[in-house]
């Protein structure tokens, strides 16, 4: 079954709709792109988030998407400001 996030994942890819990812990149730091899902691709390494950006985005680092937080991530508050 999937999960909530899983689900608007795919919805959003379906729908082609432009999406808002919080994720931590390869350093550690936390990111926000908006943009289109392009692929969800598997692989040995895991499951990876393609985007129309360029971002290739592994799930396990992806934190929420349309403020819809990942299983792994729920404890995280948005910690950005509007400063």
């Known amino acids: 079954m999937l999960t909530l996030f899983e689900t608007k994942l795919h919805e ?3 729908n082609k709709k432009y999406s808002r ?3 931590f990149n390869e350093f ?3 990111t926000v792109v908006e ?3 392009k ?4 692989s040995e390494s895991g499951v990876n988030i393609i985007l129309s950006s360029g ?3 592994p799930i396990d680092k992806a934190i929420s998407l349309d403020g819809q937080y ?3 991530y729920k404890h995280i ?4 400001c509007d400063c």
């Open 77 to 80: 508050e948005d910690f950005t």
């Open 55 to 57: 971002d290739i985005i």
């Open 12 to 14: 959003n890819f379906i």
């Open 28 to 30: 550690r730091e936390f």
């Open 39 to 42: 692929q969800i691709e598997s």
């Open 70 to 72: 990942a299983e792994n």
């Open 35 to 37: 943009a289109i899902i």
């Open 21 to 23: 990812f919080t994720y």
